[in-house]
């Protein structure tokens, strides 16, 4: 079953939302100094923000006629 444009919009909401909640993650671990733990983090939100670019050029994509 092919996804609809409002299930990938669902998932880019819900994509957006992660990202938010890992970088005060990591923004929290970079102010205690657990710079591997911060590193790490900053890494999934690269990860995660890029994912969720995709996921909207898609959606966008599969809206044009």
């Known amino acids: 079953m092919a996804a609809s444009t409002a299930e990938l919009s ?18 929290a671990a ?3 100094k657990e710079d591997e733990m911060a590193k790490e983090l900053f890494a999934i939100e690269r990860s995660l923000i890029g994912a969720s ?8 994509a599969m809206r044009r006629p």
């Open 10 to 27: 669902s998932l880019t909401t819900a994509l957006e939302d992660l990202t938010r909640r890992v970088t005060a993650h990591a923004d």
């Open 30 to 32: 970079h102010g205690a």
């Open 53 to 60: 670019r995709r996921l909207t050029r898609l959606t966008s």
